[in-house]
C-alpha cells in the first residue's frame, strides 16, 4: 500500500508537502494526488467566453446546448487547461506544481 505524503493546512487550502525530484522519478505512472474540487458555475463560463471571445452556443446557451449529447453546456477547453495550475497547487507538492503542462507552447509572457 502507497503511504499517503504530509500535508500542511495554509489558511484554508491543503498543500502538500514538497518532496525530492528524485522520488518522482520513482513514481512514473503512480498517482500523484487528487485536488480538491473546484465549482464551475455558468455565470464564469460566461466570462472566459467574454475574455476570449469564444462565444460559441455549447458554452454560453444552455437552451441550445441541452440539445447536444453533452445534455448541456461545457467548459472550455482552455478554460480546463487554465484549472490546472489552481488543481495542482493542492494535488502535487511545490516542486512539482506546473509541471504537465509543458506541452503548452508558450513563445512570449
Known sequence: M?????VKI?????????IPLD?????????????DWIVIEQ???DQFADVTR???FIHIDPVR?????????????LFTLSL?????????PATAGKHG???SDRINP
Request: charged content about 20%.
Open 23 to 35: 522520488e518522482y522519478r520513482n513514481q512514473v505512472g503512480m498517482l500523484l494526488g487528487v485536488s
Open 65 to 77: 446546448a441541452k440539445e447536444t449529447p453533452f445534455g448541456g453546456t461545457i467548459a472550455h477547453g
Open 101 to 103: 503542462t509543458d506541452e
Open 10 to 18: 495554509a489558511g484554508n487550502v491543503r498543500v502538500p508537502e514538497a
Open 43 to 45: 455565470g464564469t463560463i
Open 84 to 92: 490546472v495550475s489552481a488543481m495542482s497547487f493542492t494535488a502535487v
Open 54 to 56: 469564444d462565444w460559441q
Open 2 to 6: 502507497r503511504k499517503l505524503r504530509p
